[in-house]
């Protein structure tokens, strides 16, 4: 079992950064496969970034793909997105998730195995 827990999300005007944590407990994260995904009011769920195990592979969206950063730092079991040129449409509550699949890249959230709560990003313009 592992246990994530987000942090760092807020209100920024459109241009400006973020910098969100996951930290994780339980199971030994540093063999997973670790991923943000993004929900806005009305939509899907949706892939923004993930990371392999050791941190030296990494697959972003499209639409984030410049902007964002995904880390790890298995010695702290963390996870962390730097967002920069944030644009309103980035708003959304933003999602740790960590897969067990062995596959790489993992791009649907199907394919994760453990989720955070969640931490809500608002851009305004």
């Known amino acids: 079992q592992v246990q994530l827990v987000e942090s760092g999300g807020g209100l920024v005007q459109a241009g400006g950064s973020l910098r969100l944590s996951c930290a994780a407990s339980?199971?030994?994260?540093?063999?997973?496969?670790a991923g943000w995904f993004r929900q806005a009011p009305g939509k899907e769920r949706e892939f923004v970034t993930a990371?392999?195990?050791?941190?030296?592979?990494?697959y972003y969206a499209d639409s984030v793909k410049g902007r964002f950063t995904i880390s790890r730092e298995n010695a702290k079991n963390k996870v962390y997105l730097q967002m920069n040129s944030l644009k309103p449409e980035d708003t959304a509550v933003y999602y740790c998730?960590?897969?067990?699949?062995?596959?790489?890249?993992?791009?649907?959230?199907?394919?994760?195995?453990?989720w955070g709560q969640g931490t809500q990003v608002t851009v305004s313009s």
């Open positions: 998730a960590a897969s067990l699949s062995g596959r790489w890249p993992v791009l649907s959230p199907y394919g994760y195995d453990y």
């Open positions: 339980g199971r030994t994260f540093s063999t997973y496969v």
């Open positions: 990371i392999n195990w050791s941190g030296g592979t990494t």
